[in-house]
């Protein structure tokens, strides 16, 4: 894959670039602020990039705006955001515009190289990948909750699962369930929510996150 | 007309009130000068004793004309004008047995608040605007407030005499008390409110013990404030990374001999770096939210309601962009307050509303929860009020038993 990486800080870019080379992808290019990021992302057109949301020149959310402008210019345009802290708001955000390809983790979600570059390839597939901490926030919050009452602790854990953006096959090996099991309760799930299930897996990931999303 | 004769009368007996509470001073002058003339003018000594008394009477004079001058304008017009006297602070005993007053220890209780007393009640600045006023008030409203009861005078004693040139005295009396009656009393108002409000030596003065006591809260706030980072800091991240540290370098040892105990210690320091990150999180989040930093107050209010377990909705003015320290502080007012709607009110909704006006930045708190939230010294509410006073903000709180709670908070424009 070509990767953009955005990161203002020197050792975490240098980092992020050596373990994506190291998993056997290539970083295109990189950049260090948010307008540096724009650009890079208009003219490189990577197949997914990974952006920091605080970036100079201001340190204030730079990096997330660069993001959210090249998929205004670029619909779809495969964008992993990196974080310190996740926000509902800013995953509402990035959701919004619902054409896939976005992903929001913690910064700290680079520790665990598999599933960092997994969430990397979701994205760039056009699916999504969201970090358990936003998806956790999203269930709890008021409106949720009230909603999500009638389904029981499994449904509710497969739900969690799949609004993190995993397909039914890595829900199973999650849970230790046959994928056919986990069929079964995402039909029994989305008959109680009232979601028509779809067959392709990311508009059946973004379904669930619109549901989450509604005030 | 009824209503005119009332007013008349009315008026009247508030005119004579006046006159003997405003004209007690000058009477006391009187009298001290007539004890002098009949004492004798010849005899230089006979005119002590009358100087003494003006001069005693005046000054123990002064202050209870004061207070019925305000008593009488606040009950007859609402007007409040405020008094501004210097109040006691509280005796205390100290550990060597002595007693504090604010001023100097004294042996004994009575000793210290009698001391007290009079140490206030000399120097207190109100005494000198309290002389001006009972000195200049006979001049002014006093004169004023005399035309009706001289012209009932003149009355009387007019026509107690035959005379056609007393009678004509005696109508015109009459006429000029009738005609006076419901407005001269009036004339107290403004000089009280121009001559017996606080002077701006004494506004200053209050505002300056205001601003002490709220540097000393403000420097005991930061100070725990800061104690709390340290040792947060000091308990958690540091522990951690040391701890982290020894897991990577007992690895390096046993990459050769043992690597898959190498491993396991390198999975662990993983999951020790994965904490720590998640303990400074939360730290960060109670120092200065980074929202707040990134996107300013609104969404900051945005992304809390939207993690609170509330169904909480938001609304305010376009670009709502103030000072850090004071989008801060009204950042954690309102989350104080939806964690309090949570925790003891237990509210399902509540309603945010931030606007921003010419008088000042206006936010309004309300749920649906079980009401009756108190203020107790030491507690949330007590603690959010003195983290706005700061920048001169208030807080109302209106909480029935049983509900709804509604706070608003208010920050003046000065300091926004």
């Known amino acids: ?215 | 007309m009824v209503s005119w004769v009332t007013s008349a009368f009315v008026g009247f007996a508030r005119a004579c009130a006046v006159v003997i509470v405003v004209l007690s001073v000058p009477a006391v002058w009187a009298a001290a000068v007539a004890l002098g003339i009949w004492w004798g003018a010849a005899n230089p000594w006979s005119w002590v004793a009358p100087l003494v008394l003006v001069c005693g009477g005046t000054l123990a004079l002064s202050r209870p004309v004061c207070r019925a001058v305000r008593f009488l304008v606040a009950r007859w017009t609402a007007t409040v004008v405020p008094a501004g006297y210097r109040q006691a602070e509280p005796v205390v005993r100290m550990s060597t047995g002595f007693w504090w007053n604010g001023f100097s220890y004294e042996r004994t209780r009575r000793d210290a608040l009698l001391d007290q007393r009079w140490r206030i009640r000399w120097n207190d600045p109100a005494n000198w605007r309290d002389l001006r006023f009972t000195v200049l008030a006979p001049f002014t409203t006093g004169v004023v407030s005399a035309v009706p009861p001289a012209g009932v005078a003149a009355a009387v004693l007019g026509f107690s005499q035959p005379t056609p040139v007393a009678r004509l005295i005696g109508v015109a009396g009459s006429l000029v008390a009738v005609a006076s009656a419901p407005y001269a009393w009036r004339s107290v108002r403004p000089v009280a409110v121009r001559f017996l409000g606080p002077s701006r030596a004494m506004a200053l003065a209050d505002r300056v013990d205001e601003l002490t006591a709220q540097r000393a809260d403000t420097t005991v706030a930061q100070a725990a404030e800061i104690r709390r980072i340290e040792r947060d800091l000091h308990d958690g991240a540091q522990a951690r990374l040391v701890a982290l540290g020894l897991s990577l370098a007992t690895a390096e040892k046993l990459m050769a001999t043992d690597p898959d105990q190498a491993k396991a210690l390198m999975r662990e320091a993983r999951v020790g770096a994965t904490a720590s990150l998640t303990e400074l999180r939360e730290l960060v989040r109670g120092i200065n939210p980074p929202v707040l930093n990134e996107r300013g107050l609104v969404d900051a209010v945005r992304a809390f309601a939207l993690d609170s377990p509330l169904e909480a909705t938001v609304s305010a003015g376009p670009e709502l962009r103030l000072d850090p320290p004071v989008e801060s502080a009204v950042y954690f007012g309102i989350a104080e307050l939806l964690t309090n709607a949570v925790k003891h009110a237990h509210a399902d909704r509540a309603r945010i509303t931030l606007v921003r006006d010419e008088s000042g930045l206006v936010v309004a708190v309300e749920d649906d929860g079980g009401g009756g939230a108190v203020e107790r010294a030491g507690g949330g509410l007590a603690g959010l009020r003195r983290r706005l006073a700061v920048f001169d903000g208030t807080l109302e709180i209106t909480s029935p038993a049983g509900g709804p709670t509604q706070v608003r908070m208010m920050v003046p424009c000065a300091s926004l």
């Open chain 1, 1 to 215: 894959m070509r990767i953009v990486v955005a990161e203002d800080l020197y050792l975490l870019r240098d980092g992020m670039v050596r373990l994506i080379e190291a998993c056997g992808h290539q970083v295109v290019a990189t950049a260090a602020t948010g307008p540096e990021t724009l650009e890079a992302l208009l003219t490189w057109r990577p197949d997914v990039a990974v952006v920091d949301v605080r970036m100079p020149p201001a340190q204030s959310d730079e990096g997330l705006r660069a993001a959210l402008a090249a998929r205004r210019e670029v619909p779809g345009l495969p964008v992993l955001v990196l974080s310190q802290h996740v926000e509902q708001l800013y995953a509402r955000e990035l959701l919004a515009d619902g054409a896939g390809g976005v992903g929001y983790f913690l910064k700290e979600s680079v520790f665990d190289a598999d599933q960092f570059m997994d969430a990397l390839e979701r994205v760039a597939g056009g699916g999504t990948a969201m970090d358990p901490a936003v998806i956790a926030k999203l269930l709890a919050s008021g409106s949720s909750h009230r909603r999500l009452a009638e389904l029981t602790e499994r449904e509710h854990s497969v739900l969690g699962l799949m609004a993190e953006g995993l397909s039914n096959q890595a829900i199973g090996q999650r849970l230790f369930l046959s994928e056919s099991a986990i069929s079964k309760y995402t039909t029994s799930m989305f008959g109680k929510l009232g979601i028509t299930d779809d067959d392709s897996n990311n508009r059946r990931v973004l379904a669930v996150l619109t549901y989450l999303n509604r005030p």
